[in-house]
């Protein structure tokens, strides 16, 4: 897919539906805003439906050649022209270019040819699409052509056309460049006022021609009484245009750099490309409050206006691009006359208002600052920093003009910075947190420090982890004691916050070796966040709970340090302590640490508590949204998706999943949990390949690393992926390195990883039994330690699978398989219920029991598909097929055949029928088909009388 297409979802659905419904649509934006990739995108769409694409993409070159549009959109017709009349034959082969003729061709046959071959076109069993890009970019004898049959066909093919707003397209009235005073009498003949030049003299609207007409005359109810869809594209977000600078350029910037590219490019991804590509030229990105370069054209055409104006405009143009707000009254304290930006008005370079002014486009402003030389530009902020009443603005001037150390100036910016970031600008601040620690004098190495540090913290929250994690080793290198403690424990924060676990335990150590006192409590905290081995985690636990009390300053660490030391003592096995639990909560007393908040979700989640879990995480999550701290969204929509896939709610999942992995490229993480996650999606889908590329690629970024939690991870899924595809050697080979890893950690309780049964079935299948005992063993352990619904089924499920293995009489494991189903509710754990069904639905079968295998696996089959558990339902499907049965033929109608079957109740024709729902008299027919055979009805009649009954919820059939 076009990379511009990104963030485009919705537009394109509306268009469609729009299409759908029989409406015109007209697509409008300014050049560089994507719509013709839109338009692409809608027309790609209609060709997978199967329509016909009438189509023409006319450039300015092409306006000079006649017919060269029409030539496009007729071209898929050419096999009916013969059969037109001679006239409008001639007229169409002379379009096409097919034949050669002595007679001169009437513009009306050609009209006339266009519309019976659109006409004959859209009375066939396939929906048309007339699509025109750009469309005022028509030649005009294509224009009038299209018009004229548009105008006149009793029944119309869909018409999607899309036309430029900014002024850099043609007019928007048709024109032509005959000066003969010819031609049709509804077309205006307009030129320049002068009415004098060449015939290829630039074409302008009249004066008087008011708003632009809609291209081919589209004007509300002018086809088939249904009013134009004006579709404006709008500008993308910073989300999308990072994913599209990151496709066209193979590398983006910081994240915060995107934001301020999104929006000087006022949400155009053509020019976010182009600024994107000028700044990654650069030799080091720009600072939050410098400017981005302007594009090469832009500085061209804005010196050729500047070099018109006078000098004292030109300087107060000067001073307006170089402040951030530029107002009238700051420009008058600067000694700027009142009438000094006349001139550069009256040139459309800036408007002036009562109080603001504002430049044309961003990028004007910025053209501005990047010509004037530096020498002259430290002296007009000097001046300006000296005129200006707010201590922002006066900060910002002083930041660019000061070159040598200045305590005062320093001072300034730091208090301007403190500012920014408790106005939520955190990049901002970092920007000038370090400017006044550059700022500061060698005497003051206390502030110096302080104010380095406070920019480090800024850029994290900010989510540019890159320029975060170089500004902390810099601040590192540069200082000693407590202030190098904290300079390692943010180059910590910043590794665990992209997934680099090994170098956040690494270098968290050297922090908590240099630390000490309550300093030395937070580097341990941080520890046993960042520490994957349960034991060395606890024991930071204990020594953050020991340094830090619960004061105000301390409490969320000190919540932290007790949701930890929870957390690892369950992992390394020990008795749940649910009193540190209960402890910390009301600890925390309604607001969620950001190092150890999703603990007791995660508790939750691992034993089965989904709904507790996903209103804790709910709440964090408004509570991040309202606080706009991204990386704490991330984390929690990571958890989400994980939490709705345990419970089974697959659709939701993958919302979150989705959504957190947008996000993680956005900030820079590594993307670990949040993949793995989506490949687990896949697999329960049925799209194995895409789950096993995630979990090989998985498996190698964690060799690299020497990351053991991500190849657990990745191991898990590799283990099930193979499962799934029946490949039990290989699963069971995967599920042990697993074993093995966790075995190595100390890890006796991996409470996200429920992989004991899955590793059973799989070592049943490869004939590994004493394996599979080994497993159950496991398994059994892990529900005395901890009894939970997933360990309950998982238990009761095994069994099932060994007595079967080893030709003993499964019976009753069955029975203890069925009572184990009934004591977990259905909305806790519906995938491994159905997964029951599964196991008991084999049992049966490899015992013979033919109808209670297929009453278990219809059950299965039914709940896997209601689920969207595609690889599961496969599996109950080939298993219905073993007992000599397939499953049952569907019986509930789908949308489309329930529509079909009311129309056709009420007395319509298929024709009827295939023209309301946009579908072809086939379509109409085999939907009818089916009704039928679902119904168990042969005619119309009886159709209408079943249709008639009280019916069941949308889709179901009627009762």
């Not at 069971?732 to 966790?742: F, H, M, Q, S």
Request: net charge neutral; glycine share 8%; hydrophobic share 45%.
């Amino acid at each position: 897919m076009d990379g511009s297409l990104v963030g485009r979802d919705t537009t394109v659905e509306q268009v469609w539906q729009a299409l759908v419904d029989g409406a015109p649509v007209l697509l409008e934006g300014p050049s560089g805003i994507g719509r013709t990739a839109l338009w692409r995108a809608v027309v790609a769409r209609a060709e997978r439906a199967g329509w016909l694409l009438l189509t023409s993409a006319p450039t300015e070159a092409e306006t000079a050649v006649p017919y060269a549009a029409l030539a496009d959109v007729l071209r898929p017709l050419a096999d009916q022209v013969p059969a037109l009349p001679r006239p409008q034959r001639v007229a169409a082969e002379v379009v096409l270019l097919v034949a050669e003729h002595d007679d001169i061709v009437d513009e009306r046959a050609v009209g006339a040819a266009t519309r019976s071959l659109i006409e004959a076109a859209v009375a066939g069993d396939v929906p048309v699409l007339l699509a025109v890009d750009d469309a005022p970019w028509l030649d005009q004898p294509s224009e009038r052509a299209l018009r004229f049959a548009l105008r006149r066909l009793s029944r119309r093919p869909a018409v999607l056309l899309t036309r430029r707003t900014d002024g850099t397209g043609p007019p928007d009235v048709p024109l032509t460049r005959r000066t003969d005073g010819t031609g049709p009498p509804d077309v205006p003949l307009t030129r320049r006022s002068h009415d004098a030049g060449p015939p290829d003299a630039p074409l302008i609207r009249p004066d008087n021609a008011g708003p632009p007409d809609v291209p081919l005359g589209l004007e509300d109810g002018h086809v088939g009484g249904r009013p134009v869809v004006r579709v404006g594209v709008p500008p993308l977000d910073p989300a999308a245009l990072h994913r599209i600078v990151r496709t066209r350029l193979g590398g983006t910037p910081s994240r915060p750099l995107v934001a301020r590219i999104a929006r000087d490019a006022g949400g155009s991804p053509l020019l976010a490309v182009e600024l994107a590509r000028a700044v990654l030229r650069l030799p080091r990105p720009p600072a939050p409050d410098a400017d981005l370069p302007a594009p090469p054209s832009a500085r061209h055409l804005l010196a050729q206006t500047m070099l018109t104006l006078p000098r004292r405009s030109r300087d107060a143009v000067r001073l307006a691009a170089l402040l951030t707000v530029p107002t009238v009254d700051d420009l008058r304290a600067a000694g700027v006359p009142a009438d000094a930006l006349d001139p550069a008005e009256e040139s459309g370079l800036l408007t002036v208002s009562t109080r603001r002014i504002s430049f044309a486009h961003p990028l004007h402003a910025a053209a501005v600052r990047e010509s004037i030389p530096p020498g002259v530009r430290r002296r007009l902020h000097r001046l300006l920093a000296d005129a200006v009443a707010d201590p922002d603005e006066r900060a910002r001037q002083l930041a660019r003009c000061a070159t040598t150390a200045d305590a005062a100036v320093a001072d300034e910016l730091a208090a301007a910075a403190a500012r920014q970031r408790a106005r939520g600008a955190p990049a901002v601040a970092a920007d000038w947190y370090d400017r006044a620690a550059d700022l500061t004098p060698p005497a003051a190495g206390a502030d110096r420090d302080r104010r380095r540090l406070d920019a480090v913290r800024c850029r994290i929250d900010s989510g540019d982890y890159a320029a975060a994690g170089v500004a902390a080793e810099t601040a590192a290198e540069r200082s000693t004691g407590a202030a190098h403690a904290e300079a390692l424990l943010l180059r910590a924060t910043v590794a665990w916050c992209v997934d680099d676990l090994p170098t956040a335990v690494a270098v968290g150590q050297r922090a908590a070796a240099a630390a000490d006192g309550p300093l030395a409590g937070r580097v341990h905290a941080h520890l046993t966040l960042f520490q994957d081995a349960p034991e060395p985690a606890r024991r930071h636990a204990e020594a953050a709970i020991a340094h830090l009390d619960d004061t105000d300053e301390h409490r969320p660490l000190l919540t932290a340090a007790l949701l930890l030391l929870f957390f690892h003592e369950v992992r390394a096995g020990l008795p749940a302590r649910t009193g540190l639990l209960d402890r910390a909560l009301a600890l925390e007393a309604g607001e969620p640490s950001f190092l150890a908040g999703s603990i007791p979700a995660i508790w939750w989640k691992a034993t089965d508590d989904h709904h507790r879990a996903r209103r804790r995480l709910h709440r964090m999550l408004d509570l991040a949204v309202a606080r706009g701290d991204e990386p704490w969204q991330h984390e929690i929509l990571t958890h989400l998706g994980e939490a709705e896939l345990q419970a089974g709610r697959l659709a939701a999942a993958a919302t979150h999943v989705a959504a957190a992995r947008d996000l993680g490229e956005q900030l820079g993480t590594g993307l670990v949990g949040e993949t793995w996650l989506a490949g687990l999606l896949d697999a329960a889908r049925g799209r194995l390949a895409e789950a096993g590329s995630v979990a090989e690629a998985g498996l190698r970024r964690a060799d690299e690393l020497g990351d053991a939690w991500s190849r657990r991870l990745h191991l898990q899924l590799a283990g099930f992926v193979a499962l799934s595809a029946g490949r039990m050697d290989e699963a069971a080979t995967a599920y042990g390195r697993l074993v093995a890893e966790l075995d190595g950690s100390g890890i006796a309780e991996p409470l996200a990883q429920r992989f004991e049964p899955d590793w059973i079935e799989a070592c049943v299948g490869a004939g590994d039994l004493e394996a599979a005992r080994a497993g159950l063993a496991r398994l059994a352990e892990r529900h005395a330690r901890l009894p939970r619904p997933w360990t309950t089924l998982g238990l009761a499920r095994s069994q099932v699978l060994l007595r079967c293995a080893v030709g003993d009489d499964p019976s009753a494991a069955i029975a203890v398989l069925a009572d184990a189903r009934a004591s977990v509710p259905g909305d806790v754990l519906p995938l491994e219920r159905a997964r029951c069904l599964l196991v008991a639905g084999r049992a049966y079968r490899r015992s013979r029991r033919r109808r209670e295998a297929r009453d278990a696996l219809d059950a299965a089959a039914a709940e896997f598909t209601g689920l969207g558990a595609v690889a599961f339902a496969e599996q109950a499907h080939a298993e219905l097929d073993r007992t000599g049965r397939r499953s049952p033929t569907p019986t509930a109608l789908t949308a489309t055949e329930e529509r079909v079957a009311r129309l056709a109740a009420q007395g319509r024709t298929n024709r009827d029928i295939a023209s309301t729902l946009f579908i072809s008299p086939k379509t109409v027919e085999a939907n009818l088909a089916r009704v039928y055979r679902k119904l168990a009805i042969s005619s119309r009649a009886e159709l209408g009388a079943t249709m008639g009954r009280p019916t069941g919820p949308p889709g179901s059939l009627p009762r």
